[in-house]
């Protein structure tokens, strides 16, 4: 019976920045507004005569078309981190894998403090390979975790409800709405990503209005409860970089915040726009559903 509580906590502690890995590599909110911006029609030389928020307009649309690409980047809450790399499809809810290693913070002592984790997600749940310890110390013979994203919510109150409607509807090119939804962005320059030319754009957004920005499907109390969540984090503001090719595709962005707990820095880089990706779920005969172990 230990081994199954010890196993729970490992269940919890990498359930929950995997899935932020999976939110970060995703994006944000998109406004559904269409229209700006279309007089470029995608024209790459037109970039640097636009002014940031037309640009970014642009790069939103161009991006949000490609459907899919590879993802790889970085994630750090508090003392916690994690790398990442994989594939992900946005054509139709979200749907990704990913080889994800974690250390620090509460993995630290785990098993999988270190070692490389496969992730799929799908527009219902995420699910996580936790190695061939946790199978038999506390998975009973089976080595991946379901979350389901109906059942996070149920648990985890506004925050669950909030997750589940991110990891439900995003895409990378909503990172660029958030900026475009503030209004205030400033270009910086040109840039190297990985060999890749690309304009380099800024700006800051208030963290109760990002939850407003990223909600398509959350009651307004449900968004009153979570900001008074994120007030108690001591989370103010966040503060989005992102960088754009000349093919006006989003290759490079990074998110940095502050909490009580710690600093929050993520950094994601996409390539290969356009990618085939193909998530087959893991068998059922080798999965336990995170609720289930909880009622251990």
Not at 61 to 76: R, Y
Not at 173 to 184: C, P, Y
């Given at each position: 019976m230990r081994g199954t509580h010890v196993g729970a906590r490992w269940a919890i502690a990498a359930g929950s920045l995997v899935l932020m890995v999976g939110l970060t590599a995703c994006g944000s909110e998109k406004s559904g507004d269409d229209k700006a911006g279309d007089k470029t029609g995608g024209d790459k030389s037109g970039q640097s005569a636009m002014s940031p928020l037309a640009a970014?307009?642009?790069?939103?649309?161009?991006?949000?078309?490609?459907?899919?690409?590879?993802?790889?980047?970085?994630?750090?809450?508090?003392e916690q981190n994690s790398q990442m790399s994989g594939d992900m499809d946005w054509a139709d809810g979200i749907r990704a894998n990913m080889s994800i290693t974690q250390n620090g913070g509460a993995i630290a002592s785990s098993p999988i403090a270190g070692k490389p984790m496969d992730a799929k997600y799908t527009p219902d749940a995420m699910f996580l390979n936790m190695g061939d310890e946790f199978a038999a110390q506390a998975g009973g013979g089976k080595h991946w975790v379901k979350y389901d994203y109906d059942v996070l919510a149920q648990k985890a109150g506004p925050s669950g409800a909030?997750?589940?409607?991110?990891?439900?509807?995003?895409?990378?090119?909503?990172?660029?709405?958030?900026?475009?939804?503030?209004?205030?962005?400033?270009?910086?320059?040109?840039?190297?990503?990985?060999?890749v030319k690309a304009t380099h754009y800024t700006g800051t957004v208030k963290v109760s209005e990002i939850a407003k920005m990223q909600s398509k499907e959350l009651s307004q109390s449900d968004l009153d409860?979570?900001?008074?969540?994120?007030?108690?984090?001591?989370?103010?503001?966040?503060?989005?970089d992102l960088w754009v090719d000349e093919e006006n595709l989003l290759v490079k962005k990074r998110e940095q915040a502050q909490s009580n707990s710690g600093a929050y820095d993520s950094t994601v880089f996409y390539s290969d726009y356009g990618t085939s990706v193909t998530v087959t779920e893991p068998s059922s005969s080798d999965t336990v559903d995170f609720q289930d172990m909880l009622q251990r």
């Open positions: 970014l307009k642009l790069a939103s649309q161009q991006t949000d078309k490609k459907n899919s690409a590879k993802v790889e980047g970085t994630t750090k809450m508090g909030f997750l589940k409607d991110q990891m439900q509807n995003n895409n990378p090119s909503r990172s660029v709405e958030l900026l475009l939804a503030t209004g205030k962005v400033k270009s910086v320059g040109s840039e190297d990503v990985k060999g409860a979570l900001q008074k969540q994120l007030e108690t984090s001591g989370m103010d503001t966040e503060t989005i």
